[in-house]
Nanobody
Protein backbone atom coordinates (compact mmCIF):
# COMPACT_ATOMS: atom_id res chain seq x y z
CA UNK A 1 0.00 0.00 0.00
CA UNK A 2 1.47 3.32 -1.09
CA UNK A 3 0.82 6.31 1.13
CA UNK A 4 1.65 9.97 0.62
CA UNK A 5 1.55 12.47 3.46
CA UNK A 6 1.94 16.21 2.85
CA UNK A 7 2.99 18.78 5.41
CA UNK A 8 4.19 22.35 5.61
CA UNK A 9 1.08 24.27 4.67
CA UNK A 10 -0.12 27.30 6.55
CA UNK A 11 -0.93 30.99 6.44
CA UNK A 12 1.63 33.28 4.87
CA UNK A 13 1.69 36.90 3.78
CA UNK A 14 2.11 37.82 0.15
CA UNK A 15 5.77 37.88 -0.79
CA UNK A 16 6.64 35.23 1.78
CA UNK A 17 7.89 31.66 1.42
CA UNK A 18 6.77 28.19 2.41
CA UNK A 19 8.18 24.75 1.85
CA UNK A 20 5.87 21.80 1.46
CA UNK A 21 7.02 18.24 2.04
CA UNK A 22 5.54 14.96 0.93
CA UNK A 23 6.71 11.65 2.34
CA UNK A 24 5.92 8.49 0.41
CA UNK A 25 5.89 5.04 1.96
CA UNK A 26 5.13 1.55 0.83
CA UNK A 27 7.23 1.10 -2.29
CA UNK A 28 10.59 2.02 -3.76
CA UNK A 29 10.31 5.79 -3.85
CA UNK A 30 13.19 6.41 -6.18
CA UNK A 31 11.31 4.95 -9.12
CA UNK A 32 8.32 7.25 -8.84
CA UNK A 33 7.67 10.38 -10.82
CA UNK A 34 6.36 12.92 -8.35
CA UNK A 35 4.07 15.86 -8.90
CA UNK A 36 2.41 18.69 -7.02
CA UNK A 37 -1.09 19.89 -7.82
CA UNK A 38 -3.41 22.39 -6.20
CA UNK A 39 -7.09 23.17 -5.99
CA UNK A 40 -8.26 26.67 -5.24
CA UNK A 41 -11.75 27.28 -3.83
CA UNK A 42 -14.35 26.92 -6.55
CA UNK A 43 -11.81 25.78 -9.14
CA UNK A 44 -10.62 22.51 -10.59
CA UNK A 45 -7.40 20.90 -9.50
CA UNK A 46 -4.44 22.17 -11.52
CA UNK A 47 -0.88 21.11 -12.14
CA UNK A 48 1.91 22.92 -10.30
CA UNK A 49 5.17 21.02 -10.83
CA UNK A 50 6.63 17.58 -11.46
CA UNK A 51 10.02 15.90 -11.13
CA UNK A 52 11.52 12.85 -12.78
CA UNK A 53 12.42 9.84 -10.67
CA UNK A 54 16.13 10.74 -10.80
CA UNK A 55 15.41 14.35 -9.93
CA UNK A 56 17.26 15.54 -12.98
CA UNK A 57 14.28 16.92 -14.88
CA UNK A 58 11.59 19.23 -13.61
CA UNK A 59 8.61 20.94 -15.17
CA UNK A 60 6.44 23.81 -13.93
CA UNK A 61 3.17 25.47 -14.63
CA UNK A 62 3.66 28.89 -16.15
CA UNK A 63 1.96 30.53 -13.17
CA UNK A 64 4.64 29.33 -10.73
CA UNK A 65 7.76 29.09 -12.88
CA UNK A 66 10.57 31.14 -11.41
CA UNK A 67 8.92 31.26 -7.98
CA UNK A 68 8.46 27.58 -7.04
CA UNK A 69 11.07 24.82 -6.99
CA UNK A 70 10.37 21.10 -6.83
CA UNK A 71 13.06 18.77 -5.53
CA UNK A 72 13.39 15.32 -4.04
CA UNK A 73 15.54 13.39 -1.62
CA UNK A 74 15.29 9.73 -2.52
CA UNK A 75 17.17 8.69 0.62
CA UNK A 76 14.39 10.27 2.68
CA UNK A 77 11.50 9.23 0.42
CA UNK A 78 10.51 12.86 0.29
CA UNK A 79 9.60 15.40 -2.36
CA UNK A 80 9.57 19.13 -1.64
CA UNK A 81 7.94 22.20 -3.06
CA UNK A 82 9.74 25.43 -2.18
CA UNK A 83 7.40 28.35 -2.77
CA UNK A 84 8.84 31.86 -2.86
CA UNK A 85 7.37 35.28 -3.57
CA UNK A 86 3.95 33.90 -2.90
CA UNK A 87 0.80 35.58 -4.14
CA UNK A 88 -2.81 35.51 -2.94
CA UNK A 89 -3.70 33.52 -6.06
CA UNK A 90 -1.46 30.71 -4.76
CA UNK A 91 -4.06 30.06 -2.06
CA UNK A 92 -5.20 26.46 -2.47
CA UNK A 93 -5.14 22.95 -1.13
CA UNK A 94 -1.87 21.44 -2.32
CA UNK A 95 -1.59 17.75 -3.16
CA UNK A 96 1.38 15.57 -3.97
CA UNK A 97 1.00 12.69 -6.37
CA UNK A 98 3.09 9.72 -7.44
CA UNK A 99 3.34 7.59 -10.53
CA UNK A 100 5.52 4.46 -10.70
CA UNK A 101 7.30 5.77 -13.82
CA UNK A 102 5.35 3.61 -16.21
CA UNK A 103 6.24 5.95 -19.06
CA UNK A 104 9.33 7.90 -20.01
CA UNK A 105 9.27 11.21 -18.21
CA UNK A 106 8.11 14.28 -20.03
CA UNK A 107 6.89 17.45 -18.41
CA UNK A 108 3.79 17.73 -20.53
CA UNK A 109 2.85 14.09 -19.95
CA UNK A 110 3.16 14.42 -16.19
CA UNK A 111 1.23 17.65 -16.01
CA UNK A 112 -1.85 15.51 -16.50
CA UNK A 113 -3.35 14.45 -13.18
CA UNK A 114 -4.60 11.20 -14.70
CA UNK A 115 -1.00 9.99 -15.04
CA UNK A 116 -0.72 9.62 -11.30
CA UNK A 117 -1.78 6.54 -9.39
CA UNK A 118 -1.37 7.77 -5.84
CA UNK A 119 -2.39 10.94 -4.05
CA UNK A 120 -1.94 12.53 -0.67
CA UNK A 121 -4.72 14.08 1.40
CA UNK A 122 -3.56 17.63 0.80
CA UNK A 123 -2.24 20.52 2.84
CA UNK A 124 -3.83 23.96 2.91
CA UNK A 125 -1.85 27.03 1.89
CA UNK A 126 -3.36 30.47 2.40
CA UNK A 127 -1.64 33.63 1.18
CA UNK A 128 -2.94 36.88 2.58
CA UNK A 129 -2.60 40.18 0.75
Amino acid sequence: QVQLVESGGGLIQAGGSLRLSCVISGRTFSRYVMGWFRRAPGKEREFVASISWSGGITYYAASVKGRFTISRDNAKNTVYLQMNNMKPEDTAEYYCAADPATAAYSGILYSNEYRYDYWGQGTQVTVSS
